[in-house]
């Protein structure tokens, strides 16, 4: 079988984050399709993370989204305010900075004396599927730009659900089981589209005193299968390196960033990492030198989680064997685990 070609979009201190031409399986033959299956497993196996270009969503729909979230978030603070995030369970709504504080801590006061001390520098808002019984989103109304916020969020929301499916097939193939594998546990769409914007901040909030590092959101992994990150052309995203220094995931140009979370971590019997990573401030562009402030940033981050309702157990090939591994977690309902990491983290 002939190899896919495989560049690396960051090589650094033992950390290689493959560049992946998903083009090759989306259109391929079926042996540039298994390569390109095979280099994104390794990719998850060995960094947790892969950039993907040719992944089928057009620059201009991403730009699109961009464009809306950042009206959204000019919104007047009351407005937002009223769409508050809710609940873990339903993990939908606005949320205001300094309300979350990402870590991977689980106990409530270390926590929030965290939250406290280095506060993450961002608000977001939290979108899910828009046909769940209990859960509804919080729309903006009132306003014709809301009603197109809706739908274009929506739309985007389900061309993103589409390549979660397709990123999972490739990663069933990569692991020799049935393509479709994971296509009962994606399809129901149980995952939450995040729209951040990291407002602009003093230059003097970064040169702290007291020995601490501000960022804009702390060290963490993810908790779902895997997240779908669209970066703006500033950055900020660095991950931790096998020597545990932090590395820039710089940006390239209509690629996606993909990392795997605790969820698939667990799913594959840690097969598959689930890496460490954080947003700091970054670097400021020439232009940007003389100001008193860094100017504002945007991303966007599409968390894929298996259906609620589905039990978690190790995956087939993961453990037994000719892999020679136990299992190493019992079963775990998605939904309860999900929403057990979101209650530590608000």
Known sequence: MAQTKVESAVSKDDLVIPLIDFGQFLNGNSDSKKSTAEAILHGFQNAGFIYLKNHGIPPSTVSTVFDHSAKFFKRPQEQKDGLRWYSPEANRGYVAQGREKVTDLEDHDAIEALRKSIPDLKESMEIGRDDEPGRPNMWPEGDEEAKEFRQQMMNFFDTCKGLHMQVMRAVALGLGIDESWFDSFTDGGDNTLRLLHYPSVSKKTFRRDDGLEQVRAGE??????ITL???????????????????DATPIP??????????????????????K????????????????????????????NPNFEKTIEAI?????????MEKKYEGINSGVYLARRLAATY
Do not use: M
Request: proline residues 10%.
């Open 254 to 275: 209509d690629t996606i960033v993909i990392n795997a979370g605790d969820l698939l971590a667990r799913w594959s019997n840690d097969t598959i990492k689930s890496t």
């Open 220 to 225: 963490h992994s993810d908790y779902g299968s």
């Open 316 to 324: 087939p090939g993961t453990f037994g064997g000719e892999s020679g």
């Open 229 to 247: 990150l669209f970066q703006d052309s500033r950055g900020g995203l660095q991950v931790r390196s096998p020597k545990g220094t932090f590395v």
């Open 277 to 304: 990573h954080r947003v700091v401030e970054p670097p400021p562009k020439p232009e940007h030198e003389g100001l008193d402030e860094y100017p504002p940033r945007y991303s966007i981050a599409y968390f894929c």
